[in-house]
């Protein structure tokens, strides 16, 4: 099977996932539930691709872990955080804003548009030919050490959150402390650095700078699109929150201003 058939297959598969989970969507009135088809999306993608793969080097075995550990991480981890609340206010708020078409533009702009995003993301997994690729040498180990401070800061971040939160003295609080004293958005701050760790694992690969595009997409959609503007968005009309704003990074982890 060759590499075109390969991916085509993924695509296939995606396509297949994202319109159960938006049937799915529809019948529970629950958009939200998207949040964990992302990282379980990525398991499929990376199990499907191992399981088609003629041969799976070191390398794409090593990636391979490492994104299904996060998926599955993250997965778990907000379907615990959504279990038996309402819909996201963010999709809330779009099912109100959609009115009448909003059954369309979810499909569209919801779960189409996470798939895409989802199989971009995915290239890594993807461009790795075991006939060519050279030994696992010191660029696969930076990029262990990245991924791991990027799991470091989404995990720990999460769950000092959960932990926050469900401390009835907390509520109506901001949290400000942990790794949230340097950056508002460390579980954000987090994935991003994943991806970067995965990137540079794959540079090794021949034609492996190509898919620098997955780091940057994903940096790009929490920092200017679906992660941190919205949050923040949330909080804009908080005082508490504003004052945090004032001495705190938005993202790459900093020392807090006096």
């Keep these: 099977m060759t590499s075109i058939e390969v991916i085509f297959k993924i695509v296939a598969a995606v396509f297949i996932y994202m319109n159960v989970l938006f049937l799915l969507a529809i019948a529970l009135k629950k958009n939200d539930i998207v949040d964990i088809a992302w990282g379980l999306g990525f398991g499929i993608i990376s199990g499907v691709n191992l399981y088609l793969a003629p041969i799976a080097s070191t390398r794409m075995l090593l990636i391979s872990a490492l994104v299904l550990i996060w998926g599955m991480r993250l997965a778990i981890y907000?379907?615990?955080?959504?279990?038996?609340?309402?819909?996201?206010?963010?999709?809330?708020?779009?099912?109100?804003?959609?009115?009448k078409h909003w059954v369309l533009r979810s499909y569209l702009q919801v779960f189409l548009l996470q798939g895409f995003f989802m199989l971009s993301i995915a290239y890594p997994l993807f461009i790795f030919d075991p006939a060519i690729a050279p030994p696992i040498g010191w660029l696969d180990y930076l990029g262990e050490i990245v991924w791991l401070i990027g799991f470091y800061f989404e995990a720990v971040g999460d769950a000092q959150m959960r932990k926050f939160k469900l401390n009835p003295a907390n509520k109506g609080k901001i949290m400000s402390s942990g790794l949230w004293k340097y950056t508002r958005h460390p579980n954000y701050f987090g994935e991003a650095t994943m991806w970067w760790g995965i990137f540079i694992i794959a540079f090794s690969n021949p034609y492996g700078w190509v898919a620098i595009f997955s780091p940057v997409i994903i940096t790009f959609l929490l920092v200017r699109v679906s992660g941190v503007p919205m949050l923040e968005k949330k909080y804009a009309s908080n005082p508490e929150y504003r004052e945090y704003i004032r001495k705190t990074s938005a993202f790459i982890p900093m020392p807090p201003k006096k």
């Design 78 to 99: 907000i379907f615990n955080r959504n279990r038996g609340k309402s819909e996201d206010f963010r999709y809330a708020q779009w099912r109100k804003e959609w009115g």
